[in-house]
T-cell receptor
């Protein structure tokens, strides 16, 4: 397994601003994922962030809105840009240290006013 | 189109009895399945997985059953404990090598003492 931390744990932001979420893992992992959980909904994959390559975005998510950095094997950031109230969600990072099983961070609860 | 469905949004069970959580999927290409437990304000915690080459996997009080012909899997918790009260998500993957998962909408389990 892996121990994952995220910062911030929660934030309230004004529309039109941007927030960068950090994800730190206690071991080196190749594959890292970013998810969103909108209120009352399931987890939706935003993008896959592998170190050494550009992030791969899922349908409905674009780099301009959700830029991702993956500078090394233990860290990644997700930026939510030009926020609107529809971006109010829990944002989660996860890793797959040994393949199939994914382990999640505690999440960042974002509220956009 | 929801490819992974958990049709019961909630379930209540008496302590000590069996909890059965169900999950249906539509894509026959899915070949690996995970179950997660999520407490409020925490990230999902990995519980148990099953590969499509198996029809059962057991880990302590948790057993997952897979019926490929029916495209159905279930998680059995025996005996149920109050600490099991949480939201349970199933997730399915079928895109080989990417480890991308599609999550169900979750079932809220309440174990009554």
């Amino acid at each position: 397994s892996a121990v994952i931390s995220q910062k911030p744990s929660r934030d309230i932001c004004q529309r039109g601003t941007s927030l960068t979420i950090q994800c730190q893992v206690d071991s080196q992992v190749t594959m890292m994922f970013w998810y969103r959980q909108q209120p009352g909904q399931s987890l939706t994959l935003i993008a896959t962030a592998n170190q050494g390559s550009e992030a791969t975005y899922e349908s409905g998510f674009v780099i301009d809105k959700f830029p991702i950095s993956r500078p090394n094997l233990t860290f990644s950031t997700l930026t939510v840009s030009n926020m609107s109230p529809e971006d109010s969600s829990i944002y989660l990072c996860s890793v797959a240290p040994q393949g199939y099983e994914q382990y999640f961070g505690p999440g960042t609860r974002l509220t956009v006013t | 189109d929801q490819q992974v469905k958990q049709n019961s949004p909630s379930l209540s069970v008496q302590e000590g009895r069996i909890s059965i959580l169900n999950c249906d999927y539509t894509n026959s290409m899915f070949d690996y399945f995970l179950w997660y437990k999520k407490y409020p304000a925490e990230g999902p915690t990995f519980l148990i997985s099953i590969s499509s080459i198996k029809d059962k996997n057991e880990d302590g009080r948790f057993t997952v059953f897979l019926n490929k012909s029916a495209k159905h899997l279930s998680l059995h918790i025996v005996p149920s404990q109050p600490g099991d009260s949480a939201v349970y998500f199933c997730a399915a993957s079928g895109v080989s090598g990417t480890y991308k998962y599609i999550f169900g909408t979750g079932t809220r389990l309440k174990v009554l003492a």
